[in-house]
């Protein structure tokens, strides 16, 4: 018998480099993680940067606003148009204020936000860290002793943390409010019986754990952008790529948290 | 044994060791760029590093404040072995060294004042905002900026930028100072005052400094000493007289540049 040699040694090579990719996963990991708790150690210290830290709350809640504004009052919108032939049918049309709001309180507006966030305030901090750090500017803080973690990583992931649960509610708001416009493009309700309905539905813990899970979606975003600006390789094109790589792993871990967030709510409630 | 001992200057006392480097390493994936090199800073000096693009200056100087970690060899500075610091030492080390980044490094989302501001501010805590601006505008006016202080730095010349990026260096008032080409791309008006200023550094705060450059001018104007890399090992040391009477070849094909 004889043995291709060739033939195997390019399944040890590919092989090879199978374990490479894993490994380079376990590793990305593993660097995530020692980020985050640099990030946490750096929390805690005395010297917080309150003002860079209000200055991230207006570009993260305020420069969001339009966006989400948009996506609020179409989601409601859309939902509306969509679930009420069906109700229609049913003969439940009474039904369909609480049931559009019960399903946009509950997860489509956190999660729906919580990926636009991911899209919009993720891929900017990963460029806007990962052309510092290209351009060495990470550096020079680290040389200076001026704690770069803190002053842009601490007050970034903690303004995503306040500012995304914002939004949320917000494009809840504004979800309802197209909820009601779409209504009255059949029929004529008033606001206030339409809220009144929808809101006979809705209880306080349907909120709840609502609300709490979109802190951990706006801690999740803030700390992979700024990961994935700060572990930028030095090159312009790691600046795309930091960009890139920050909303796809910020949209799979906002859906990953929201289906953890919904197990625990079911085991509890 | 005899290549690496240093030529200690002619003095009654012997000067204190500032940053001392032994056999140094370094290396990036199959390029080693460091080879076992040693060198010594004494207090007060100014020591020249020439050397060709890529022979690994801006490499060592890097190591000197861990933004690389060597692969070998040890570095102590102030005393310190920088390798085995832990956060709080490494950052205390660092306020106390100056880093002249080769690009400038400027933070470009903040004006050339809050540039000067930010390492001022969490560093030198204690000042007021009047002694904070007066110590800016000094420093601004050292390096010929003094109106551009509210200016972007996409709004300055590439020069420009160079000397603010200096300004932000030394208005921490570092004991120790890593230029990395201090004057490149500087008119020679201009090269000549970053020279002076840096020789002014020096006397005024007695900081021991680092100039990489390959400005012969600068070297001329500067150096107590100079010592030459090529491939990542050192070629040459010695004064700036040594090296302009050489007859070494590589040596002169640095310094036939202007004679
Ligand atoms: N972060 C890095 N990753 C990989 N290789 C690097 C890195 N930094 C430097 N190098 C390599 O090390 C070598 C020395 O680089 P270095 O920047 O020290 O050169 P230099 O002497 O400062 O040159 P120049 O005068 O052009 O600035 C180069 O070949 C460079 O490609
Ligand atoms: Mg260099």
């Keep these: 018998m004889k043995i291709n040699t060739v033939a195997v040694k390019k399944q040890v090579i590919r092989l090879g480099e199978k374990t490479r990719e894993v490994n380079i996963f376990f590793l ?132 995503a943390t306040l500012m995304v649960p914002i939004l949320v509610l917000y494009a809840d708001a504004l979800g309802i409010l197209g909820s009601w416009a779409g209504a009255n493009l059949k029929e004529s309700v008033t606001f206030v019986l339409f809220f009144s309905q929808a809101f006979r539905v809705v209880e306080f813990m349907d909120f709840l754990p609502a609300v709490i899970k979109t802190f951990f979606f706006g801690a999740v975003i803030g700390l992979v952008g700024c990961y994935k600006g700060y572990s930028a390789g030095y090159g312009t094109e790691s600046v795309g790529k930091a960009a890139n790589s920050a909303v796809v792993l910020a949209s799979l871990l906002v859906i990953i948290v929201d289906l953890i967030a919904v197990q625990i709510t079911d085991m509890l409630l | ?7 200690i200057p002619v003095s009654t006392k012997i000067p204190d060791l500032v940053i001392e480097i032994n056999n140094l390493s370094k290396g990036f994936a199959a390029l080693q760029v460091l080879k076992n090199l040693s060198l010594k800073v004494f207090d007060g000096e100014n020591l020249v590093v020439l050397g060709k693009s890529g022979s690994g200056k801006s490499v060592l100087i890097k190591c000197i404040v861990r933004l690389l970690n060597p692969d070998k060899g040890t570095i102590t500075v102030l005393g310190e072995n920088v390798n085995e610091l832990k956060d709080k030492g ?142 990542g090992e050192i070629y040459t040391e010695g004064n700036i007289n040594d090296f302009e009477n050489s007859t070494d070849e590589v040596i002169q094909s640095f310094f036939k540049q202007k004679a």
């Design chain 1, 28 to 159: 990305g990991i593993g660097e995530f993680f020692l980020f985050a708790r640099r990030m946490a150690k750096e929390t805690f210290s005395l010297d917080f940067e309150f003002s860079e830290f209000l200055r991230q709350c207006f570009q993260i809640g305020y420069k969001t606003l339009p966006l989400i504004s948009v996506t609020g009052l179409i989601m409601g919108l859309v939902l509306t148009i969509q679930s009420r032939p069906v109700l229609v049918d049913f003969g439940a049309v009474s039904m369909l204020p609480g049931m559009v709001a019960l399903s946009i309180i509950r997860e489509m507006g956190p999660v729906i936000t919580a990926l636009i966030c991911a899209g919009k305030i993720g891929s900017g901090m990963g460029a806007e860290l990962g052309s510092m750090k290209v351009s060495e500017q990470i550096d020079a803080m680290e040389v200076s002793s001026t704690h770069p973690i803190r002053f842009l990583v601490v007050t970034r992931v903690l303004a």
């Design chain 2, 1 to 7: 044994m005899f290549k690496n001992e240093t030529v």
């Design chain 2, 90 to 231: 490494l950052a205390t080390l660092r306020e106390k060294i100056g880093f002249l980044f080769q690009s400038g490094a400027l933070y470009d989302s903040m004006t050339i004042k809050q540039n000067l501001e930010f390492p001022l501010r969490r560093i030198k805590k204690k000042l007021t905002t009047k002694e904070r601006d007066e110590k800016i505008e000094e420093v601004l006016e050292n390096v010929g900026l003094a109106d551009t202080s509210h200016k972007m730095p996409s709004e300055l010349s590439g020069g420009m930028r160079k000397r603010a990026s200096l300004a932000r260096t030394i208005v921490v008032d570092p004991i120790i100072m890593l230029y990395d080409e201090p004057t490149t791309g500087l008119d020679p008006v201009t090269s000549d005052g970053i020279s002076a200023l840096i020789n002014d550094i020096q006397k005024k705060s007695q900081t021991s400094s680092i100039i990489i450059t390959h400005d012969i001018e600068c070297a001329r104007a500067t150096a107590d000493r100079i010592i030459m890399l090529k491939d």
